[in-house]
């Protein structure tokens, strides 16, 4: 008998929203969302603690929505309310707590679970609701500037097992994202700069116009104006979802441009029990790797310079004590055992130019830490 071949096709489409106050009644977005469901579906709501802490008032503001809307909004549960940062993803607890909701309100495909917080919280959701029924619809509304310019975009759910970051996940577009652009206003000032990190990393590997203009607002996004966040977050936003569309969404080769920085601060984030933001990782990651790529001259003096000092006006971190643990090589075999094949690692030449390498120097990579620990103490007098 002969061989069969197979071959499946499929599209996904979604879209980015963008707007303010969108638990308002009048504010349409999430409804129009829900409303261009072809089949009505049941909803639930997971919601980040953070949200609930910065707005106190928010799970009345969610109820007051929903039922302002409950002609299309067929919400069939009270909010579930989970931690946010690392601690959600951490366990199973949350995620099977999850699953018992989907599983006790009769939440099918045709349904959606609706998750409010930041990257962690909507990882975790995204998890819960990917492999229920093998895929209940998720919209996500990401409350940091990390999760709207970066992890909530795209087409990954994953919670961490076995002290490893992201171990357990699956490949899941969202039905939609709605970035609520007042939500940002109550995040500590840490979290608002974590954030741009992921910027920086977009920029250095896509667009060079782009990272100039970072550096030309970096006081402004440390004032806190929300013009130029904007403007970072939106542009960021466009990057990542024209890579995902144009690349390998899937992961299926051995490069992934967009964890430039992450091998180290997905190492990092480890190292000190998830007291660093994933934002501070990624700085201290792509600082890294910068001057890793300026000691091997690959990259010269004055781009390596200029990088380092972004991170530093931005408000990042660029060293962590954490990157002298004899540990901190482990992440290199960790990164590449997650997607597989050859290790693959993204350094610079040029802002806005890099290049794909193999092999890491274990000896000029711990001259990088001293190197970068040295500049960093210079720039911090």
Not at 107 to 126: K, M, P, Q, T
Not at 365 to 375: D, K, P, T
Request: with cysteine; aromatic share 8%.
């Amino acid at each position: 008998m002969e061989t069969i071949h197979q071959t499946v096709r499929t599209e996904f489409h979604y879209s980015v929203h963008f707007t303010r106050r969108a638990f308002h009644a009048h504010n349409m977005v999430l409804r129009d969302v829900i409303a261009s469901n072809v089949v009505p579906g049941r909803t639930i709501f997971v919601v980040d603690q953070g949200v609930c802490t910065a707005e106190r008032h928010f799970l009345q503001q969610l109820e007051s929505y929903y039922h302002a809307h409950s002609d299309v909004i067929e919400n069939v549960a009270s909010p579930i309310v989970v931690p946010g940062g690392e601690a959600v993803k951490n366990g199973s607890q949350y995620v099977d707590f999850i699953r018992d909701a989907v599983n006790t309100y009769g939440i099918c495909r045709h349904s959606f679970v609706v998750a409010v917080g930041g990257g962690a919280v909507l990882d975790a959701a995204g998890y819960a609701a990917a492999t229920s029924h093998r895929g209940i619809r998720i919209i996500r509304l990401p409350s940091t500037v990390l999760a709207q310019n970066d992890s909530g975009l795209g087409v990954k759910t994953s919670v961490n097992r076995f002290n490893k970051k992201n171990f357990l996940g699956t490949f899941t577009p969202p039905f939609a994202v709605i970035n609520d652009l007042e939500l940002l206003e109550s995040l500590s000032d840490r979290d608002w700069r974590s954030g741009t990190a992921e910027a920086v990393k977009v920029a250095l590997i896509k667009d060079r116009i782009f990272f100039a203009s970072i550096e030309e607002s970096a006081a402004a996004l440390n004032r806190r104006e929300a013009e130029a966040m904007e403007h970072l977050i939106y542009r960021c936003a466009q990057l990542h979802l024209a890579h995902i569309s144009g690349g390998d969404p899937f992961e299926t080769g051995s490069s992934r441009p967009l964890d430039f920085g992450h091998w180290a601060a997905h190492k990092l984030e480890q190292l000190t029990n998830y007291n660093l933001r994933h934002g501070e990782a990624v700085a201290i990651g792509i600082a890294l790797d910068v001057t890793y790529s300026y000691l091997t001259g690959l990259l010269s003096e004055r781009p390596w310079m200029r990088i380092i000092r972004v991170l530093l006006n931005l408000g990042l971190p660029v060293y962590a004590p954490e990157l002298e643990s004899p540990d901190l090589l482990a992440g290199l075999t960790e990164f590449r055992e997650h997607l597989g094949g050859q290790l693959t690692i993204l350094l610079l030449r040029e802002i806005g130019d890099p290049i794909e390498v193999h092999e890491i120097e274990v000896k000029r990579m711990s001259e990088s830490v001293i190197a970068l620990s040295q500049y960093a103490a210079v720039c911090s007098l």
